[in-house]
């Protein structure tokens, strides 16, 4: 037996509420790809950042390549060969993507150097990344491949990936996966989370099982079902969702030549968006991170007021100027795709994250009823099964999962006539993302229209009714569900798709001007 890549040996990690980590042990031996599985807050986050020495454990060893170690940081853990993409990313939203990669990469590289191997890794794995861009231009999707670009300009011996694939399009994994399975036969050893169960069958060849912060099980995942997988995490299968045919209502969003050229040098340019959603169904919109689904959802939600009026139609109003808070006073809830920032505020409690949204706690005079808010936090965490310490727990403290399933239980509980959702069950295991895509259907039958734009193609086929694909900033015609294929959307992702006549018809890849200092619109936060 080789000697093993990384021991780890009855880890703990307590934090003032939760055990995040009791006495863990893993071993993972060169060139494995070996998963970490678990429901969300079982562990998994912390006992990787342990790894990364970005969080110190209470107790337990850590041995690499046969030799007892102690990562104080990040910085010795990438001197030992470790590498690590957080599910939560960290770029400084105004550097650029080669000044962001540059900073973990040392200074015995140019940054001209640094850019050149950003093209050079982005080409060989088909990750397209401009490395001029500022980070703060880029979509959740295009973040994501920064960051695995710049663990792979580290040559690392262990690579530790934290939800690699939730932004990304399956044929972008299909090419990550060569990828992977490349480093590994180079005895690069991979550490991959993922709540995507037949990813980790497909790719990995071992598997360590967390829940509530202990190891529950092993197995090699190729011999076990997406099933039998769920059962050891979350100890039982998830329930299968109800999909009742209905009759829509009445349009509530009404979208016609929705046309806004974009606002920064890397945006994308919206060319005559034209969109309908009734009371009762759910549409879906698929396509390619970063082909104008940020611009076109800053325009729906009122963050981008710069529309026609009559553009956005919200139950026969025109609401294209008017600003976040007086469309939701009409109805209309969003879930934004980045939830630490714009979907919760990190550093406040869950109560008082409900204010970013909710005015249900405010009383005459601007007053807040805090108990009432507290009440209202509490429902919300127990209705959406939310892992947390309770109201007064701050957002950042959450796992990934835990924090999106409080958001979207958030603007559920609103009871809105237009829901707006994007990535609903990004990085949520597989017993959280049935319960949204529930709720989802749930609102649905109730009557409410439901907007969902993902990335997650078995995601859409699974709750929408009808289906659109947006490219270079342009949106397809719908198409039911029923009639549609994964490999029919796939292609209109690229670009091609036929038109409203039957024509084939092609994206328009022009560019509009940019616009002026003086045409830009404010964009306005939740609150």
């Not at 972008?172 to 490349?182: D, G, H, I, S």
């Not at 009445?250 to 974009?262: D, K, T």
């Not at 009371?279 to 611009?295: D, F, K, L, P, T």
């Not at 006073?329 to 109560?351: K, M, N």
């Amino acid at each position: 037996m080789s000697i093993p890549r990384l021991q780890l040996a009855h880890i703990t990690k307590r934090y003032p509420s939760v055990v995040a980590n009791s006495d863990v042990s893993l071993t993972v031996q060169p060139g494995e790809i070996h998963a970490v599985l678990g429901e969300n807050g079982a562990g998994k986050s912390t006992l990787m950042k342990i790894i990364y020495g970005s969080v110190k454990p209470d107790q337990g060893t850590v041995m690499f390549d046969g030799t007892p170690v102690h990562i104080a940081n990040p910085k010795e853990a990438r001197a030992l060969g470790i590498s690590m993409v957080f599910q939560h990313f960290s770029l400084f939203d105004t550097l650029t993507v080669a000044e962001n990669v540059w900073l973990g990469l040392g200074n015995h590289l140019t940054l001209s150097e640094v850019a050149g191997g950003i093209e050079a890794k982005a080409a060989e794995y088909g990750l397209d990344i401009d490395p001029s861009r500022p980070v703060h231009t880029l979509s959740v999707g295009e973040m994501q491949r920064v960051e695995i670009i710049r663990a792979l300009l580290g040559s690392p011996k262990l690579l530790i990936l934290d939800e690699p694939t939730s932004v990304l399009t399956p044929q972008a994994v299909e090419r990550l996966f060569v990828v992977l399975r490349k480093l590994a036969a180079e005895g690069c050893s991979i550490l991959y989370i993922s709540h995507k169960l037949h990813e980790i069958r497909e790719l990995c060849t071992a598997c360590t099982v967390l829940r509530n912060g202990k190891v529950t099980g092993a197995c090699n995942p190729s011999m076990e079902s997406n099933a039998s997988l769920s059962r050891m995490m979350i100890g039982s299968e998830p329930p299968a969702l109800e999909h009742h045919a209905r009759q829509p209502g009445a349009v509530v969003l009404n979208v016609q030549g929705l046309s806004l050229p974009r606002e920064d040098l890397f945006g994308v340019n919206l060319h005559n968006i034209a969109l309908d959603v009734r009371a009762g169904e759910v549409v879906g919109i698929a396509g390619v991170s970063g082909n104008g689904q940020r611009e076109f959802l800053y325009a729906l939600s009122g963050e981008d007021r710069r529309s026609d009026p009559d553009a956005i139609r919200l139950s026969g109003k025109s609401v294209g100027r008017l600003g976040p808070v007086q469309r939701r006073r009409l109805g209309l809830h969003f879930v934004p795709e980045e939830r630490l920032g714009r979907g919760a505020v990190p550093t406040l409690s869950l109560a008082q994250n409900l204010l970013l949204t909710r005015t249900d706690a405010l009383r005459t005079g601007g007053w807040i009823d805090v108990k009432a808010m507290h009440r209202q936090a509490a429902d919300i965490i127990s209705r959406f099964n939310v892992k947390a310490g309770g109201p007064t727990s701050q957002a950042k403290s959450l796992s990934g999962g835990n924090l999106q399933k409080f958001i979207v239980g958030r603007e559920i509980d609103a009871k809105p006539k237009l829901l707006i959702i994007s990535q609903p069950t990004w990085g949520v295991d597989v017993g959280a993302a049935a319960q949204i895509r529930g709720e989802i259907l749930a609102r649905r039958d109730e009557g409410c229209a439901v907007l969902v734009v993902s990335e997650e193609l078995d995601e859409l086929f699974e709750i929408c009714d009808r289906l659109h694909v947006i490219a270079k900033g342009q949106l397809s015609p719908s198409i039911d569900r029923a009639q549609a294929t994964i490999t029919q959307i796939g292609e209109w992702m690229s670009g091609l798709w036929t038109g409203q006549g039957g024509h084939a018809a092609t994206v328009d890849a022009s560019v509009a001007p940019d616009v002026s200092n003086a045409q830009q619109g404010v964009r306005y936060v939740q609150a």
